[in-house]
């Protein structure tokens, strides 16, 4: 696995009916029958406390930051706890953590930055599975004469060819990008492995962990990733983006900014005046599922245990339906599912072997299939 496993606990089964009842788009109803929201990519529905921290932005502290009054006050030591909770999230320093519009936006905004200090023939690492967010900002350096080498997969899984990938890097590498997990078929990379790859051959490495993050918990430090980036909106905030750097990276490259904004971590990286109240939003999303973590293991001692709580049992209750969907499939035979290849399914304890799963209804296109599947209140995703 690309993470080490979580530390062995007894979980107590998900209270599904607590959980359904912190979210209240649940109760919509789509054609008189509750809707089924499917369209991962999308996002996930937020709960109560998420939608309330917003509010409360509005009322006690709409204002800008490094005010000498009472809202701007308030507004400070909200950025501050919301970046305290994303630093137990990642497992790193509040000071590594970079809030910004979303994921594509701040991989754009640091591949810019990096560019500043590479050199035609200069060469970056990507991969064929990954989403075009993190292929895109990096091919955008081929104005400049960088070098991008794609890395192939095995089409028969899914899954990265790491040969390929070994052969990809050489003396003038700068840089890897790759996804934790695929968005189109949920394979999950090793990116640890792929990280000490990288790092051996002197470059960088960008994770990419917007599909992973809902699925499996995240630690950076294990990792030693370079930097990591992910998408609150994923797992219960709000459309927004989080960065993590280590700070010698964040400090080694120049970021594009107006010149007043200070050159102190991590404000550095957040060009202007940031969606603030889905900051507000992004820190209940995370303590939401520390809450999650403390009621089916009321030992967790802080947020980040509590977090790694979480991920266990909802792994526990995502594999058992990951099963079950594999199941039912299988009676028809033009309906392929990538989550097939999911066949030594991993214990409660270790990070998901999938984290999602793609399904190919032959030999109907992907809009057919979808808009015959919302009819009844169901909203999914095509590609």
């Not at 992973?212 to 905030?237: E, Q, T």
Request: charged residues 20%.
């Amino acid at each position: 696995m690309s993470t080490p496993a979580l530390h062995e606990t007894s979980t107590k089964a998900l209270d599904s009916a607590w959980v359904r009842a912190q979210f209240p788009s649940l109760k919509l109803q789509v054609n008189g029958r509750p809707a089924a929201f499917l369209d991962g990519p999308a996002g996930t529905q937020v709960p109560k406390q998420v939608m309330d921290a917003v509010q409360n932005y509005f009322l006690t502290a709409n204002a800008n930051t490094c005010g000498a009054f009472a809202t701007s006050h308030a507004n400070d030591a909200m950025i501050a706890s919301s970046r305290a909770a994303m630093a137990d999230f990642f497992h790193c320093d509040p000071d590594e953590v970079v809030f910004g519009q979303n994921m594509t936006t701040i991989t754009f905004a640091l591949a810019r930055a990096i560019g500043r200090e590479l050199e035609a023939g200069d060469e970056i690492v990507v991969t064929t599975l990954d989403h075009d967010a993190n292929v895109a900002p990096w091919r955008a350096l081929e104005e400049k004469g960088v070098v991008i080498r794609q890395v192939d997969i095995h089409e028969n899984d899914c899954t990265l060819d790491l040969d390929d990938l070994r052969r990809k890097l050489t003396p003038k590498t700068k840089l890897v990008a790759v996804g934790y997990a695929s968005n189109a078929v949920g394979t999950i990379n090793p990116v640890a492995e792929i990280t000490k790859l990288a790092h051996d051959a002197g470059a960088l490495m960008f994770i990419d962990a917007v599909h992973y993050a809902p699925h499996g918990h995240i630690d950076v430090r294990a990792l030693d990733c370079d930097f990591l980036v992910c998408s609150p909106y994923k797992f219960f905030g709000p459309h927004m983006g989080t960065l993590y750097g280590k700070r010698q990276r964040l400090l080694q490259f120049q970021p594009y900014k107006v010149r007043p904004a200070t050159d102190a971590l991590p404000d550095r990286w957040e060009t202007g005046t940031q969606v603030q109240e889905l900051i507000a939003g992004i820190g209940a999303a995370v303590d939401y599922f520390a809450e999650l973590g403390r009621r089916h293991d009321p030992t967790a001692a802080d947020r980040r245990s509590a977090l790694l709580a979480a991920y266990r049992v909802t792994h526990q209750h995502e594999t058992a339906l990951l099963a079950r969907l594999i199941d039912s499939l299988s009676p028809f035979p033009s309906c392929a599912s990538s989550a097939s290849a999911i066949a030594n399914v991993s214990t409660s304890a270790a990070p998901p072997s999938r984290s999602a799963s793609a399904i190919i209804i032959q030999p109907k296109s992907p809009s057919f299939s979808a808009t015959a599947a919302s009819s009844p209140g169901t909203e999914i995703t095509t590609r």
